[in-house]
């Protein structure tokens, strides 16, 4: 691990560079994207880089990182390793890749601290950072070899068999190979990238859950358009194109699955925990627990501004119901609708609030949705007694939760 020295000179400075983080992202990704601006165009989100979410996530994992190698100095932090090995496994990032990152983002470092960084402190930070960067390329390629594929070879091409809309802002798209080869195994809880070609030549790729058990000769995804911040202009620029353009027929770049949020094998009890469109690993998960393990102990848990957004409501319903012992509680902000006294035990208006539901500490929990959702629930969990350990939790887009208070 982190070398006494290093460990030593590490610690006086990061409050420092943690307090300049900010700026070192955004100037090493600026000068990154100025030598190599396809990476901009074909690799990195757009969308998130403009609005400094993917900073924001950068900084909070390299000062997380940073912090538990000289707060456990003989430990290696896989827990914040093992999210971001699956995200770019689902990009088809390479070992080389890393070097170039190195190169910018330890000149930022210099650049943004001025003569603050000695010769002394370049090295200690260059350690630390080819810790975590070797760290991931050694899990990236251990990723690549259980998919049984070339390092970055994630990539296949699959066509779209059905679509639906699922409300008037989620359609859902049913996916098989193009070469009708079988579309291979994956664990409830994983997502797969999907990269499409926009009207500016551009490349982009953004993430989506698996919402249907493993097994079947097809996949499926759900992708709910985004909006601008009040809620009038669509600007996800590929959930605009697939709302648009995606219908039987279209063929789609798509990766291989991947992904941490992985359904357990044991018989503990699950609280499954969703909001909004979160609610797509969670029907994986209820289908695979139907064809397998029935009489598990389910508690599902689902958060939406009305029944009239909850994308895959009554197959959410379907599924819970295939389970004796799973129970189904719904909060909605607006419960104006007319069926709703059919589709859940406990319906509720407002926030969702799972104090009164009691899980017993040996529950596993499974989180998806809005960070302000998971982070609420993940308190009352531990609340409830639950380890830190058996919450796990998903997150749409840059993982900011390390960023943010």
Request: aromatic share 6%; with cysteine.
């Amino acid at each position: 691990m982190l070398s006494e020295r290093s460990a030593q000179i590490v610690r006086t400075t990061l409050p420092a560079v943690g307090a300049s983080l900010g700026t070192i992202t955004e100037l090493f990704y600026r000068r990154m994207f100025e030598e190599r601006p396809e990476l901009l165009r074909d690799l990195f989100n757009r969308a998130n880089q403009a609005s400094g979410t993917q900073r924001e996530a950068l900084a909070g994992a390299v000062a997380a990182f940073a912090t538990a190698l000289v707060d456990h100095p003989d430990e290696r932090p896989d827990a914040i390793l093992g999210r971001i090995a699956n995200k770019h496994a689902s990009l088809g990032i390479t070992s080389d890749q890393y070097t170039l990152v190195a190169r910018h983002l330890l000149n930022a470092v210099a650049e943004v601290l001025g003569d603050a960084v000695t010769p002394e402190v370049a090295a200690a930070w260059d350690e630390v950072y080819w810790l975590m960067a070797n760290a991931l390329i050694a899990l990236e390629a251990r990723l690549y070899a259980q998919a049984r594929v070339e390092d970055g070879a994630v990539w296949q091409t699959m066509e779209i068999t059905g679509r639906h809309e699922e409300t008037p802002d989620a359609v859902s798209l049913v996916l098989r190979r193009a070469d009708g080869t079988p579309t291979g195994p994956f664990v409830p809880g994983q997502y797969v990238s999907v990269r499409v070609e926009l009207p500016d030549g551009a490349h982009q790729i953004r993430q989506y859950s698996l919402s249907t058990a493993p097994g079947l000769k097809t996949w499926r995804i759900t992708v709910k358009r985004e909006y601008s911040a009040d809620g009038r202009v669509p600007e996800g620029e590929v959930s605009s194109w697939l709302h648009t353009h995606a219908r039987p027929g279209t063929t789609l770049q798509v990766s291989l699955p991947f992904g941490d949020l992985l359904l357990d094998q044991s018989e503990s009890p699950l609280l499954l925990a969703s909001a909004g469109i979160g609610i797509t690993p969670m029907l994986a998960m209820l289908e695979h627990l139907a064809a397998t393990t029935p009489h598990r102990p389910v508690t599902v848990v689902h958060a939406d501004r009305s029944p009239a957004d909850h994308a895959h409501r009554l197959e959410l319903t379907t599924l819970t119901n295939r389970l004796p012992n799973a129970s189904l509680h719904l909060w909605y902000e607006d419960t104006d609708h007319p069926d709703l006294d059919a589709v859940a035990d406990h319906i509720n208006e407002g926030l969702a609030d799972i104090t009164r539901l009691s899980p017993t500490p040996n529950t596993t929990a499974y989180l998806c949705g809005p960070l302000a959702f998971m982070k609420a629930v993940r308190t009352d969990l531990l609340d409830h007694g639950l380890s830190p350990r058996t919450i796990h939790y998903e997150v749409f887009g840059p993982d900011l939760w390390l960023s943010k208070p």
